[in-house]
């Protein structure tokens, strides 16, 4: 009985760690990554049709804010830019547009509150699971985007970040002029009635309303129009993109 | 001597049941399930068993489940944490409401790819991929995810179609009335081996549109429930459900029904004839017993009609 057992728990264990080792060598290949991501961009295009492109991401009450917000990813810039930004509470700091735009500019908080100023309660999905609440104040995107003026050769907007990852790369990310023109998506410098915090991106970062966290870039550097992402860190429109996650974050 | 004797009688088709006409001990084989079945059935197998290893992967990035729509830090469901002494030794953690379990070595802390004890909700050999790495598990399960889908569509059509849900899924009166007895019988590990064994009985019946139906279904929506893209239409459900992570809750509940049921249907597969289940599911054909009872009686004709499917 004991050597059946033995025989079974072997077995079992077996064929689950030959398993795991067979979709470790797949997930290792150059061929298993791509086949498998077949379904990502199945993904966008089916959620796209169910979800249409104007649908809105629900918005919550004051009762719905979570008691905490986690600040994921970096929470203490170490550049000295951002450093001597935040010496001086942000007094400073200008957001910069450029690339594909009519009128190239900089813009302090005031000047984007003067363009538009909302507030909106939204949810926070990580792609690591978790979930916050939070009410954000900031600038309809779009607003800024019709401010500048967009060259119809424009695809993506690009968000250079002042932190860096892994020493010396810095954070970036990127969406479609379809959903940079989305109503939900603002540059926003509140947080709960209260100044952003640092740790939580300071003074500006991006809200995506239909995107997971990744999307949600903090420490807004400079905001760039391109028609193509192809020449910016490794080339897949984001930094975590560029470790292997998908551009499209919407599951 | 032993006669065989081979009958089609598919599942989901009315083919009438012709009892063989030699003496005791006799066997026929019959051909049980069609070739889509077949192909459906091991196709869901690959895929469940790929999207609950990659599920526990993604699991494993945030190893803590919260009622509500956000996480609550303080007050999870169900966490697996590793918790550091002062020597740096690490322990494993398994928090259930205010209950706790040291789960060292399994759930919590267990060896990492150096053999060293490393902080990780469930253990490598359980993960897909192995190590650590959300985005290759996410992968992993997106795709699963798409053809468990579309199979599972292709299988709900094809059994509503043929019939198979109606006529081999769907209790009957007469089910629901022997209802102890099949309970009785299941606790006793007693199965039917001559004709009988070859419809399904009711308790089969339930597991299987329970599996189907709101297990296979459920674990859909509350995966979808999480796409924050999805939820822009998909809220009215989120929230009446309890919110996302009440979603991501029950998503994972119901991977670990998955996980029992299988246990179930193995075991009774490996007591009622591994063999003869296996080559059921991979050939179609399934071999019975022909019943002394139906072989005593003089006219076939007789038998068809007690035998008959419906």
């Known amino acids: 009985m004991t050597d059946r057992r033995t025989f079974l728990r072997m077995a079992i264990m077996g064929t689950a760690g030959l398993l795991v080792a067979g979709c470790d060598k797949i997930s290792q290949s150059s061929w298993g990554p ?15 049709l169910l979800s249409p492109s104007s649908a809105m991401a629900k918005e919550y009450t004051e009762a719905d804010i979570s008691p905490t917000f986690h600040p994921n990813g970096t929470t203490m810039p170490d550049t000295p830019e951002y450093q001597a930004l935040m010496a ?7 957001l910069k547009v450029t690339g594909l735009v009519t009128k190239p500019g900089e813009f302090s908080i005031d000047d984007l509150k003067k363009l538009d100023n909302r507030t909106q309660i939204t949810r926070h999905d990580c792609v690591e699971g978790w979930s916050a609440i939070g009410k954000w104040q900031g600038t309809q995107l779009s607003a800024l985007l019709d401010h500048v003026g967009v060259d119809p050769k424009a695809r993506f907007v ?11 790369t810095p954070y970036y990310e990127s969406v479609d002029i379809e959903e940079a023109r989305h109503p939900q998506t603002i540059l926003a410098f509140d947080l709960n009635d209260k100044p952003l915090p640092v740790s939580n991106g300071a003074p500006l970062r991006l809200r995506v309303g239909r995107q997971l966290g990744y999307k949600q870039a903090k420490y807004l550097g400079s905001i760039e129009l391109v028609d193509s992402f192809g020449k910016i860190g490794s080339g897949n429109g984001g930094y975590w993109e560029d470790q292997g996650y998908e551009w499209y974050a919407g599951i | 001597m032993t006669t065989e004797t081979v009958t089609e009688n598919v599942m989901g088709t009315n083919t009438p049941v012709i009892a063989s ?8 084989l019959v051909y049980r399930h069609s070739l889509p079945i077949r192909l459906m059935h091991w196709i869901n197998v690959i895929s469940l068993s790929l999207m609950f290893f990659s599920g526990l992967q993604i699991f494993n990035a945030h190893p803590s489940l919260s009622w509500g729509n956000y996480n609550n830090p303080d007050k999870p469901l169900l966490a697996l944490d590793a918790r550091e002494d002062a020597n740096g030794n690490l322990t494993g953690i398994t928090r259930i409401g205010k209950h706790e379990f040291n789960t060292t070595g ?8 150096d053999g060293t004890p490393t902080a990780r909700g469930f253990p490598s050999w359980l993960t897909v991929p192995g190590p650590g790495w959300l985005s290759m598990g996410r992968q992993w399960h997106f795709f699963f995810a798409w053809i468990f889908v579309l199979n599972g569509i292709c299988y709900i059509g094809y059994s509503l179609v043929r019939k198979h849900v109606q006529r081999d899924l769907w209790p009957t009166r007469a089910d629901w009335r022997g209802i102890g007895k099949s309970i009785a019988d299941h606790v006793r590990f007693k199965h039917p081996h001559g004709e009988e064994a070859l419809r399904y009985n009711i308790l089969q019946r ?13 674990i859909v929506l509350m995966g979808l429930a999480m796409s ?3 939820d822009a239409v998909l809220s009215p459900m989120v929230e009446f459900v309890g919110g996302r992570q009440a979603a991501r809750t029950i998503h994972f509940i119901i991977a670990w029904a998955f996980v029992a049921f299988v246990l179930i249907h193995v075991f009774e597969v490996l007591i009622s004839g591994a063999f003869n289940q296996l080559r059921g599911m991979i050939t179609g054909y399934y071999k019975v017993d022909v019943d002394p009872v139906k072989v005593a009686a003089p006219e ?3 038998v068809i009609e007690e035998t008959s499917h419906d």
């Open chain 2, 206 to 218: 339930l597991a299987y549109l329970i599996v189907i139906f709101v297990f296979g279904i459920g």
């Open chain 1, 158 to 168: 690009v968000f250079h970040c002042l932190d860096n990852m892994d020493v010396d």
């Open chain 2, 106 to 113: 399994v759930l919590g802390v267990s060896k990492g790819p």
């Open chain 1, 88 to 94: 001086n509470n942000f007094r400073d700091y200008k």
């Open chain 2, 228 to 230: 924050p893209r999805m």
């Open chain 2, 21 to 28: 006409p030699h003496p005791v001990k006799s066997k026929r």
């Open chain 1, 34 to 48: 791509k086949v498998l991501g077949k379904a990502q961009g199945l993904n966008r295009r089916v959620q796209a």
């Open chain 2, 300 to 302: 076939p004709v007789a």
